[in-house]
């Protein structure tokens, strides 16, 4: 009985030091590949500077599913109030939050 303890053990003692191996090859591998993705980030600031770009286009169908942030919020609506959405990316981005006006003060 034992011994079949001391087995377990050591089975449990081998496994836990694969686990701990392969967490420390993941970070380092994970610390390389972060200082690679700064300077990407770097290159990608400087390339938006000089091109004067205003948002990251997500899609290329209309401009409120290109640029969300600098759409006008009832755009999607400007064929027809009651449309479908016509664009497939529409349905992905959520439409804007809107706080309801304070009507505390009116009759």
């Known amino acids: 009985m034992t011994s079949r303890r001391c087995l377990y053990v050591r089975a449990l003692l081998v496994v836990v030091a694969f686990e701990v191996a392969v ?3 993941l970070a380092l591998v994970g610390s ?5 993705l700064d300077r990407a ?5 400087r390339l938006v500077s000089e091109l004067g770009l205003a948002d990251l286009a997500l ?3 209309a401009s409120y599913c290109r640029h969300p942030s600098l759409a006008v919020p009832y755009s999607a609506l400007a064929d027809h109030p009651s449309a479908m959405e016509h664009f497939p990316a529409g349905s992905m981005v959520p439409p804007p939050w809107f706080e309801p006006p304070d009507r505390r003060g009116e009759p």
């Not at 390389?32 to 690679?36: D, E, H, K, P, Q």
């Not at 980030?41 to 600031?45: G, K, P, Q």
């Open 59 to 61: 899609w290329s169908d």
């Open 32 to 36: 390389r590949r972060a200082a690679g």
């Open 41 to 45: 980030r770097i290159d990608n600031r």
């Open 23 to 25: 967490a420390t090859c």
